[in-house]
T-cell receptor, first 114, second 108 residues
Framework: DAGVIQSPRHEVTEMGQEVTLRCKPISGHDYLFWYRQTMMRGLELLIYFNNNVPIDDSGMPEDRFSAKMPNASFSTLKIQPSEPRDSAVYFC????????????FGQGTRLTVV | GIQVEQSPPDLILQEGANSTLRCNFSDSVNNLQWFHQNPWGQLINLFYIPSGTKQNGRLSATTVATERYSLLYISSSQTTDSGVYFCAVGAGSYQLTFGKGTKLSVIP
């Protein structure tokens, strides 16, 4: 299995621009998670989906952030408009099962907003 | 929410030395994972260990759920072991709460 695939690996954008991060979970996994890693706050959950349905988005920082999962093999995290404080590494992870089980992480997208 | 504390925050080892990393958590958990974040930023799964003991090569882990802690043992450390080691726990939900990590530097 190719693992969780994220794109792009690096993104540099100007403040105010729209940014879209992409994730392909491991085939057969029915849970998908978006995490953000910053020096100040460490790794924190933004949102997660089960069977393509958002279950908990309480970690999404504000309305500028939105996430979708149109099908079992694809999810996006969008920031519009982007701000310098959004600069971070964004990880996507997936897992399978009806109870909490091992989650596998993608390589992350390093976002820099200038 | 659940609190996760990892110790030590930083660790410098001579190649070949052994080490023990600790993870304390504040509540009962049904999910516990250890990750290694390598210098390129990738999060690599080491162990899924909500309870018990597991071993994988030079690494082993033990979780004593009743006493709310987990230990990661690294034996005969190598320079490729350098990076940050994270403990992440889940308590009743699918959310993983991460500790701040232990930064390990293995010097030749």
């Amino acid at each position: 299995d190719a693992g969780v695939i994220q794109s792009p690996r690096h993104e540099v954008t100007e403040m105010g621009q729209e940014v879209t991060l992409r994730c392909k979970p491991i085939s057969g996994h029915d849970y998908l998670f978006w995490y953000r890693q910053t020096m100040m706050r460490g790794l924190e959950l933004l949102i997660y989906f089960n069977n393509n349905v958002p279950i908990d988005d309480s970690g999404m920082p504000e309305d500028r952030f939105s996430a979708k999962m149109p099908n079992a093999s694809f999810s996006t995290l969008k920031i519009q408009p982007s701000e310098p404080r959004d600069s971070a590494v964004y990880f996507c992870a997936s897992s399978r099962g009806s109870k909490p089980v091992e989650a596998f992480f993608g390589q992350g997208t390093r976002l820099t907003v200038v | 929410g659940i609190q996760v504390e990892q110790s030590p925050p930083d660790l410098i080892l001579q190649e070949g030395a052994n080490s023990t990393l600790r993870c304390n958590f504040s509540d009962s958990v049904n999910n516990l994972q250890w990750f290694h974040q390598n210098p390129w930023g990738q999060l690599i799964n080491l162990f899924y260990i909500p309870s018990g003991t597991k071993q994988n090569g030079r690494l082993s882990a033990t979780t004593v759920a009743t006493e709310r802690y987990s230990l990661l043992y690294i034996s005969s450390s190598q320079t490729t072991d350098s990076g940050v080691y994270f403990c992440a726990v889940g308590a009743g939900s699918y959310q993983l709460t991460f500790g701040k990590g232990t930064k390990l530097s293995v010097i030749p």
